[in-house]
């Protein structure tokens, strides 16, 4: 069974800081991995979306990377800004299944 | 191009009462999949429908079901409503074809409280 773990779960950064999420997958059999962003009480935003045969994907300040070997993905905020506070969540696509199993989140701080 | 919509946004109901919600997804998109978000939880996978067929369930009782219409648009019901079932839930599409992994596409979310 797939098992997704985030940590921290929760994190408060002060602004222009450069900082790292982590994410933890189980099984390596998957097709890609997403993270989202989520706003308290809202839905989620796709952020970033990684396929299995890609290392790393980039948006603005925002940078996923992915080693399938290791179960691992990261993603890297640069000069963090307060707009960013917000759940960040991972999910991977499971193979053979057409469902994303997602991690708890980390919830992020930013403070002016 | 429009998102994802959801309605109702909002839903109170008591308990053993049964409930239905909708979702219309990315015009053109063909796969819709459910999930309900607890604090307890987290985000937990429901159900997928693509071409108004059921290709995947996830491990919740059979109060839960859906359907899917031929304009990919997709209900979700709940009978006998328990107390646990206050969630947000959230329906998400995806490209044609669906699975293997495309990038999906969430909506606001219907919050359900039951009490």
């Known amino acids: 069974k797939q098992e997704v773990t985030q940590i921290p779960a929760a994190l408060s950064v002060p602004e222009g800081e450069n900082l790292v999420l982590n994410c933890s997958f189980t099984?390596?059999?998957?097709?890609?991995l997403q993270w989202f962003r989520q706003d308290p009480g809202k839905g989620l935003t796709s952020l970033l979306l990684?396929?299995?045969?890609?290392r790393e994907q980039t948006s603005g300040r925002l940078n996923a990377s992915l080693d399938k070997s290791s179960g691992r993905s990261t993603l890297y905020i640069a000069a963090s800004q307060p707009g960013d506070s917000a759940t960040y969540l991972c999910?991977?696509?499971?193979?053979?299944?057409?469902?994303?199993?997602f991690g708890k989140g980390t919830k992020l701080t930013v403070n002016p | 191009k429009a998102g994802v919509t959801q309605t109702p946004r909002y839903l109170i109901k008591t308990r053993g009462q049964q409930v239905t919600l909708s979702c219309s997804p990315i015009?053109?998109?063909?796969?819709v999949s459910w999930y309900q978000q607890t604090p307890g939880q987290g985000l937990q996978f429901l159900f997928e429908?693509?071409?108004?067929?059921?290709?995947n369930k996830g491990n919740f009782p059979g109060r839960f079901s859906g359907r899917q219409f031929s304009n990919s648009r997709s209900e979700m019901n709940v009978s006998t409503l328990e107390l646990g079932d206050s969630a947000l839930y959230l329906c998400?599409?995806?490209?044609?074809?669906?699975?293997?992994?495309?990038?999906?596409?969430f909506g606001p979310g219907t919050r359900l409280t039951v009490t």
């Open positions: 429908y693509f071409s108004e067929t059921q290709r």
């Open positions: 099984d390596s059999a998957i097709y890609n």
């Open positions: 990684i396929q299995s045969s890609q």
């Open positions: 015009s053109g998109h063909r796969s």
């Open positions: 999910a991977v696509y499971i193979g053979g299944s057409e469902k994303l199993v």
């Open positions: 998400a599409s995806s490209p044609p074809g669906g699975g293997q992994g495309y990038e999906q596409y």
